[in-house]
């Protein structure tokens, strides 16, 4: 895959499970639009978030959303930002967990993931350890179904148990 538009929960997540280098590993390019930027150096972001995004690596573009800030209805700024700038560029993938922002986000046509979903991309790749991660984002405010986890971790035990 090539372009990946990313929203601020899963690039706060990967950086609090010390995975955050996953991104360019999976993806050739890899954009935050200005407003995620913002929001992931907030004073209210985790210490390691805002040190993480003060500096940010040469891998990551930060994008201003073209013309006037879209106003999306049940969005914040970050996730209307991202969408817009995904539609924008025609990305191949927006990376965003809010069920209203997925939602949004694949009414306007737009291939959709989360930070399960990457994780378990990243696992299919072999790039970590399903049940290492799925731990560390417990550790997290990481917030979804605890089914969603245990799907992921039990396809992976049983893909692991067939190779």
């Known amino acids: 895959m090539q372009l990946v538009i990313a929203d601020t929960g899963p690039v706060n997540y ?14 050739q390019r890899v954009i935050l639009p200005t407003a995620v930027k ?4 907030d004073i209210g ?8 995004i003060g500096s940010p690596p040469d891998w990551l573009e930060i994008v201003e959303t073209p013309g006037p800030a879209p106003v ?12 817009a700038l995904a539609i924008s560029l025609r990305a191949d993938l927006v990376l965003i ?4 922002g997925v939602k949004v986000a694949r009414n306007h046509g737009l291939r959709v993931t989360g930070t399960l979903g990457l ?13 290492e991660v799925a ?4 550790l997290t405010t990481f917030r979804s179904p605890e089914t969603l986890l245990e799907t992921m971790l039990r396809k992976h035990r049983r893909d692991a148990g067939n190779a």
């Open 38 to 41: 913002e929001e992931l150096h």
């Open 135 to 138: 731990e560390r984002l417990r």
């Open 119 to 131: 994780l378990e991309l990243a696992a299919q790749s072999g790039l970590v350890d399903s049940t």
């Open 14 to 27: 990967l950086i609090l499970i010390g995975h955050i280098d996953l991104l360019p590993r999976l993806f």
């Open 97 to 100: 967990d809010e069920r209203r």
């Open 72 to 83: 999306m209805p049940g969005l914040d700024e970050g996730e209307a930002a991202v969408i």
């Open 45 to 52: 972001a985790p210490v390691a978030v805002r040190a993480w």
